[in-house]
């Protein structure tokens, strides 16, 4: 028996509830049936999927192995699903996007501001993760399309679009620090202050080292780390922090509202983004408007 959509379902329900009977609840199954299928997929692999336990069942590392092809046969079942009533007219479609923290409000939410104008009808699921995350969303199918920092290396992802899409990365200030208000500030200043940033490991946090030590200088260690921008602009807002935040591209977009760029010529970076979807299977009608929506939001000589 081949990984179909029902035993995929039956795999995916027993390793979420643990339990053969609660997976059959949630599957609408007798037990026996649910079992039948279960020893089907398992004598077609020729493994076990399943330890059985007293306490219920446990995957094994071959089910663990197998777990995230199952997410992907059930996940295309449903995205073919709800393409033929989006062409049957019986729904308008649900895209799911997901996207590093600073190209959400700048690039997303934007576009899909502009695209419900003409599609007030298509429904959007928003997530917002570090790069890694959104990579592991694309493949197991939990978001349909994805923008992150460029590249991704993957054999089962590729480009949505050819194009690059950017923004541009300053030091911010509340207008109240020493360092701000001065025509330029060098980089051996700024080493010496209190940062705010996201957490050592994250893309952002390695640049900013980098460009110091590129310079032969150790900056101190960030005063706080924190992986949300919400929480970095507050923290900068309140205290003598300098940030590094992406410039507002919207005029609506207070990005950087109670702060003032701070004029560090070595920390101004002009980042590069990609919008990207899984290399196989579909991309939904409405998730292909975004990305032209996007486009023309980023892009708009190429509109």
């Given at each position: 028996m081949t990984l179909d959509v029902r035993s995929?379902?039956?795999?995916?329900?027993?390793?979420?509830?643990?339990?053969?009977?609660?997976?059959?609840?949630?599957?609408?199954?007798?037990?026996?049936?649910l079992t039948r299928t279960l020893k089907l997929v398992?004598?077609?692999?020729?493994?076990?999927?399943?330890?059985?336990?007293?306490?219920?069942v446990v995957l094994t590392v071959y089910g663990e192995a197998l777990l995230?092809?199952?997410?992907?046969?059930?996940?295309e079942v449903a995205n073919a699903e709800d393409l033929i009533r989006q062409m049957r007219g019986a729904s308008r479609g649900?895209?799911?996007?997901?996207?590093?923290?600073s190209v959400v409000?700048?690039?997303?939410?934007?576009?899909?501001?502009?695209?419900?104008?003409k599609h007030p009808d298509v429904r959007f699921q928003i997530v917002e993760e570090m790069e890694d995350l959104l990579l592991e969303?694309?493949?197991?199918?939990?978001?349909d399309i994805a923008i992150s920092p460029e590249p991704y290396a993957d054999d089962e992802i590729t480009l949505a679009t050819?194009?690059?899409?950017?923004?541009?990365?300053?030091?911010?200030?509340?207008?109240?620090?020493?360092?701000?208000?001065?025509?330029?500030?060098?980089?051996?200043?700024?080493?010496?202050?209190?940062?705010?940033?996201?957490?050592?490991?994250?893309?952002?946090?390695?640049?900013?080292?980098r460009r110091f030590h590129n310079r032969g200088i150790e900056p101190r260690q960030p005063a706080i780390a924190s992986r949300s921008i919400g929480v970095i602009r507050s923290a900068?807002?309140?205290?003598?922090?300098?940030?590094?935040?992406?410039?507002?591209?919207?005029?609506?977009?207070?990005?950087s509202e109670g702060l003032v760029k701070i004029a560090v010529p070595e920390l101004q970076w002009q980042r590069s983004f990609r919008i990207y979807r899984r290399r196989k299977g579909i991309v939904p009608p409405p998730a292909s408007i975004l990305v032209q929506a996007i486009r023309e939001l980023a892009l708009p000589e190429s509109a």
């Open positions: 995929a379902s039956v795999l995916l329900e027993c390793a979420r509830h643990g339990s053969l009977g609660r997976a059959a609840i949630a599957l609408n199954m007798t037990q026996p049936a398992e004598a077609s692999y020729g493994v076990q999927l399943f330890e059985r336990t007293t306490r219920g995230p092809y199952a997410r992907l046969v059930v996940s649900v895209v799911r996007i997901g996207g590093v923290a409000p700048s690039f997303i939410v934007t576009a899909i501001a502009r695209m419900r104008e969303g694309l493949k197991s199918g939990d978001i050819p194009d690059t899409l950017q923004d541009d990365v300053h030091v911010y200030a509340r207008p109240s620090h020493p360092l701000a208000g001065r025509e330029q500030v060098s980089l051996e200043e700024v080493a010496e202050a209190d940062w705010v940033l996201p957490p050592m490991g994250t893309p952002i946090a390695k640049e900013w080292y900068a807002q309140i205290q003598d922090l300098l940030c590094w935040l992406p410039e507002p591209r919207m005029p609506h977009e207070h990005g």
